[in-house]
């Protein structure tokens, strides 16, 4: 049997033929000058389905919430010049949380190339430091080969995006496709089987510690490890936190679970890291949201890191415990060794954390005179009943999201975490509702956030995606005022959205429906009716203006220095 694909083709037919290939069902998109040839083969081809967004930044971020929530590369395909530039942040976005794309960006010609062409940009030099890998393609016969790899290195080791920036002259240039169905990089060959020395001295260290702490990130989510970690915490009877992009791994119902760590984190999870002697990175790599002063950092463990990335192990701290390998093997390996584990050992750690627990949980003041953001994302919890996907923009909703919505699993929280993205949530949910149609796909904003990119609301319109957007409305830049309140003085620089479009009329003017929320009663009825509909709606709701998020850790400070109310 052959081990590659061969026909003769222009450069933007094999494309599609690699499309087809890597089973793409979904691309993302928004065509240009250099890209015509392109989707002229789109137009011509049906391997796939094609979304036309509204900007290229929306295109990234729907592409990446596809790959977030299916497991799968996401797919975009953007022009040359401001399309490129354009989409940058959205690369970014999906570079700084490891998730994989595959970008095709269109180029000026090779001839053109150099001569500050018409729309022309050094698309692989301003991408390099946030692309995992990029392309710019100056032969016909590279294509194939640059496709294939493009997939392989966005998917394999820690993901992320790959970018291949196409001139146009070589996407109308015939060529041999011989597509290769593997593919072997001698520089490029990530471990995959965890060191078994290493995960026996884990084993042995878990043994002797009295208080020790698993630290789940988003690698749990990425190499879908959920079942396996769950695992571990039941076997071992030792307590979990996770990151914001861990949210769902352990599922909030599971009594071991201590909540999200971190600036926002819950009590009893900042004091777990500060107190416990045996702190189990499992995915993680040490933001600097979640470890706050360093110095302070769980300052009375040692560190064991599991990483699929070598060079996140000792980049930020010094781990007694390095093991390099996929996550979900590490942990498979780890289990096998523990039959034998007294899982008794921890009862006393854990009525310490019990007794943290109880002392500060997530709390609110629920007032009948105004509605509290608390209390609708809980709401919205309990009325979606976990049939929901929940993408987020970037502030106070997003941390409130966080902290009061209730995640059973993994991949149902779709958020921008190391890159703290505005903008990204409403597109990100589109890419969500098409990985995931039987759910509903709900995008939690603030009024800030939501004019970001509100123009794919015109995107959810045409495609008929039933996009329901929540907008949290204080009539602020929350978490930026938030801020300004603790740390300067009530100097509220440049974060009144008083001045704000009348956000019924304005999705209704897309074809969309929506509400206006002042009170418990008018956000159950308007909600309920939003599920109904199974068309793209939008919620203003009014909530309390000067709400702040707690607890808060503030910068540069340890983590057991919260500011709890």
């Known amino acids: 049997m052959p081990n590659t694909i061969t026909n003769k083709m222009i450069g933007a037919k094999m494309i599609m033929e690699a499309f087809k290939e890597e089973g793409v069902e979904i691309v993302f998109g928004y065509p240009g000058g250099a890209v015509l040839f392109i989707y002229d083969e789109i137009y011509k081809q049906n391997y796939f389905k094609h979304v036309l967004t509204r900007h290229e930044q929306g295109a990234l971020h729907a592409a990446d919430g596809y790959a977030r929530a299916s497991g799968k590369v996401g797919v975009a395909i953007i022009t040359s010049g401001p399309g490129f530039t354009n989409a940058v942040t959205g690369i970014a976005t999906a570079y700084t949380d490891s998730i994989p794309l595959v970008v095709i960006s269109g180029q000026v010609p090779i001839t053109q190339i150099g001569t500050d062409a018409f729309q022309e940009i050094d698309a692989v030099g301003i991408s390099r430091p946030c692309t995992k890998h990029n392309y710019l393609v100056k032969n016909i016969k590279e294509l194939p080969r640059i496709l294939k790899e493009a997939f392989y290195i966005a998917k394999s080791g820690r993901p992320g995006p790959v970018l291949i920036d196409l001139p146009k002259d070589i996407s109308n240039t015939i060529g041999e496709f011989s597509y290769p169905k593997t593919i072997e990089l001698q520089t490029y060959k990530p471990t995959i089987k965890g060191n078994s020395r290493q995960i026996l001295k884990l084993k042995d260290a878990i043994c002797q510690a009295k208080k020790p702490l698993f630290y789940i990130g988003g690698g749990a989510v990425i190499a879908n490890a959920s079942n396996e970690i769950r695992r571990l915490i039941k076997i071992t009877n030792i307590p979990a936190v996770e990151t914001l992009m861990a949210r769902g791994v352990c599922g909030d119902s599971n009594d071991l679970f201590l909540g999200m760590a971190g600036m926002h984190g819950s009590y009893a999870s900042n004091m777990a890291i500060s107190e416990c002697d045996l702190l189990i990175s499992l995915g993680a790599r040490f933001d600097d949201r979640i470890t706050g002063k360093l110095s302070e950092f769980a300052k009375h463990a040692k560190i064991a890191h599991v990483d699929v990335d070598p060079s996140s192990i000792g980049k930020i701290v010094n781990a007694s415990y390095p093991i390099v390998g996929n996550l979900k093997n590490v942990c498979e390996e780890l289990l096998n060794t523990l039959s034998d584990y007294d899982n008794t050992k921890t009862k006393k750690w854990l009525c310490t954390l019990e007794s943290y627990k109880a002392k500060h949980s997530f709390h609110y003041k629920d007032l009948n005179d105004v509605l509290k953001p608390q209390w609708v994302i809980e709401t919205i919890s309990q009325m979606t009943n976990g049939d929901a996907i929940i993408s987020t923009d970037v502030g106070q909703h997003q941390m409130w999201t966080a ?73 602020y830049l929350g978490m930026v005022r938030q801020w300004q309140t603790f740390f300067y003085n009530e100097r509220y620089s440049s974060v009144d959205l008083t001045y704000q479009p009348d956000f019924v009329k304005l999705i209704e003017s897309f074809g969309g429906v929506g509400f206006i929320v002042h009170t418990k009663e008018e956000f159950k009825a308007a909600f309920q009716e939003a599920m109904k509909l199974n068309k793209v709606s939008l919620l203003d709701v009014k909530i309390d203006r000067m709400e702040s998020v707690f607890p808060m850790v503030p910068s540069g400070e340890a983590l057991y220095n919260m500011i709890l109310n």
């Open 403 to 475: 902290q009061f919505y209730k995640f059973s699993n993994p991949r149902e929280f779709i958020t921008s975490g190391g890159l703290g993205t505005m903008g990204f949530g409403l597109p990100a949910a589109i890419g969500a509702k098409i990985a995931q149609e039987k759910k509903y796909s709900i995008n939690i904003s603030g009024d800030g956030s939501i004019m970001m990119n509100i123009q794919e609301l015109m995107t959810c319109i045409e495609q008929n995606i039933p996009v329901i957007n929540v907008v949290l409305n204080n009539n």
